[in-house]
């Protein structure tokens, strides 16, 4: 091989080492957030200011890439049942116009897919719950008790002079519960018991004739499009928040996690700085 090809060769090759941006696919404006809030965001100057060996803080990333392919799943299944709620809104237009004849249909692919965003929900925070070994060597293997377990786990297994440290922590799944009882309720229903309890598409008539299709509905104040969009925004949230006040119960001494910028209600861009009381007067 001649020097131009050698020089070919060499500008052709790619550095497929795995890293935290190529391991989960973020085309999405769900994704970007997750890319934006915790790749950007929580792999970076927060994991480095944890006092932890670096054994543990290899697992914890390791941790933390799974919880957000967890929180990308769940982000997909959304966006899916949006997307398949449009196209089957239109098929049953089309149904209607052809044959006159229909008033509602149901769907099961609609409420499967509410039954996947709940899934994925529940089983989000269980992976949440394995960050808990490298950061205070508690083993947890899912969000159990509504969450009752993770908080007997942190005050059994934290010594006194670091309650302070901890109770942002359980503030945090004490104002969640309500929440998590919720989604954790539903799942557990749907996954052993019966079917998410949703309206059909149903076909309205305006007085002037005019056809609109009323879409699926969890309850009479809410469609189901809606309920996923919350359950996936108080998920994001809450991993949010927990994992970073959980990494700060690690922190050096002196460092506290900050709020640098706020980038609507989701992504809050985070780093650290020195405590007041820190300070040597």
Not at 64 to 78: H, R, T
Not at 153 to 161: F, G, H, L, R, V
Not at 195 to 211: A, Q, S
Request: with cysteine; charged share 30%; hydrophobic share 35%.
């Amino acid at each position: 091989m001649d020097d131009n090809k050698k020089t070919e060769a060499k500008e052709k090759r790619f550095n497929l080492t795995p890293n935290s941006t190529n391991l989960i696919l973020l085309t999405s404006k769900k994704g970007q957030e997750i890319g934006e809030q915790f790749i950007m965001n929580l792999l970076g100057i927060p994991q480095q200011a944890i006092d932890i060996p670096a054994k543990q803080k290899e697992y914890l990333f390791l941790t933390s890439i799974e919880i957000f392919k967890k929180l990308s799943k769940l982000a997909n299944a959304v966006d899916r049942y949006a997307e398949e709620e449009t196209d089957l809104v239109e098929e049953f237009k089309e149904k209607i116009k052809k044959d006159g004849k229909r008033i509602a249909q149901h769907s099961d692919i609609l409420e499967g897919t509410i039954e996947e965003v709940l899934s994925q929900a529940k089983s989000t925070l269980d992976i949440l719950m394995k960050m808990f070994e490298p950061l205070l060597g508690i083993k947890l293997h899912t969000y159990g008790e509504n969450g009752e377990k993770l908080i007997k786990a942190i005050k059994n297994n934290t010594p006194s002079e670091d309650n302070e440290k901890i109770a942002n922590i359980i503030q945090i799944v004490e104002l969640f519960k309500p929440c998590s009882e919720s989604i954790i309720r539903l799942r557990t229903t749907t996954q052993h018991y019966k079917n998410i309890r949703m309206t059909p598409l149903v076909c309205e008539y305006d007085k002037n004739g005019k056809l609109s299709i009323s879409v699926p509905k969890t309850s009479k104040q809410q469609s189901a499009k809606e309920f996923s969009e919350i359950v996936y925004h108080n998920i994001f949230v809450f991993v949010r928040d927990l994992m970073i006040f959980s990494f700060a119960a690690r922190f050096y001494k002196g460092i506290v996690p900050v709020v640098i910028e706020e980038k609507g209600p989701r992504i809050k861009k985070i780093g650290v700085t020195i405590a007041e009381d820190a300070y040597v007067k």
